[in-house]
């Protein structure tokens, strides 16, 4: 079994829907990421939390935001999906070592917006 | 705000041929990281390097931080099939506690 689960692993959704993209972890750790992964782009962080009392934005939060409801547990939303938020989501984790933690990802959440 | 930028965006070679992928950030960094990502697959982690001028090598993959801790590489030697997949950096600065992926490369390797 996988140690970092997303789910849905593929969503199509229409403009102006809202959709949530929720992911858990086995692995304890206390930190958890959102990553958007476009074309040319390569991963870009939309969010990330700390700890569940710990919410901070990334590079392009925009027209996201994100619930930490357990250490475990890490959600996206999408409040109103628009077209260019088409892309391949990544939750992730890590350690709260601060010498460096190696990032664990999930398998991935395609999202294709209509 | 920092950014990570990696060259070439693409890279195609012929199997046994070598591979270079280069790492540039705008900031000083404590410490970075590569990952590989499998086709269809996610990101893995492969190394970290944190010392100023470090080289560390994994078999025929070679990866070296930058004497001013704003630049890496990763160097493969004599590539396989295996090797495919997008290559990414990720870089962290003091204080900050989160890395920021660059560009990736994505290798092709024909054989």
């Known amino acids: 079994d996988a140690d970092v689960t997303q789910t849905p692993r593929n969503r199509i959704t229409k403009t102006g829907k809202r959709i949530m993209l929720e992911c858990s972890q086995t692995?304890?750790?206390?930190?958890m990421y959102w990553y958007r992964q476009d074309p040319g782009l390569g991963l870009r962080l939309i969010y990330y939390s700390f700890d569940v009392k710990d919410i901070n934005k990334g590079e392009i939060s925009d027209g996201y935001s994100v619930s930490r409801q357990a250490q475990a547990k890490f959600s996206l939303s999408l409040e109103s999906a628009i077209p260019n938020q088409t892309a391949l989501y990544f939750c992730?984790?890590?350690?709260?070592?601060?010498?460096?933690?190696?990032?664990?990802f999930g398998e991935g959440s395609w999202l294709t917006v209509v | 705000g920092q950014q990570v930028m990696q060259i070439p965006q693409y890279q195609h070679v012929q199997e046994g041929e070598d591979f270079t992928t280069y790492c540039n950030s705008s900031?000083?960094?404590?410490?970075i990281q590569w990952y590989k990502q499998r086709p269809g697959g996610h990101p893995v982690f492969l190394i970290q390097?944190?010392?100023?001028?470090e080289v560390k090598k994994q078999k025929r993959l070679t990866f070296q931080f930058g004497e001013a801790k704003k630049n890496s590489s990763l160097h493969i030697t004599a590539t396989q099939t295996t090797d495919v997949g997008t290559y990414f950096c990720?870089?962290?600065?003091?204080?900050?506690?989160?890395?920021?992926f660059g560009t990736g490369t994505r290798l092709k390797v024909l054989a």
């Open positions: 390097l944190v010392k100023s001028g």
């Open positions: 992730a984790t890590s350690d709260s070592w601060t010498g460096g933690n190696t990032i664990y």
């Open positions: 692995k304890g750790h206390d930190r």
């Open positions: 900031t000083t960094l404590s410490n």
């Open positions: 990720a870089g962290i600065t003091s204080g900050t506690y989160k890395y920021i």
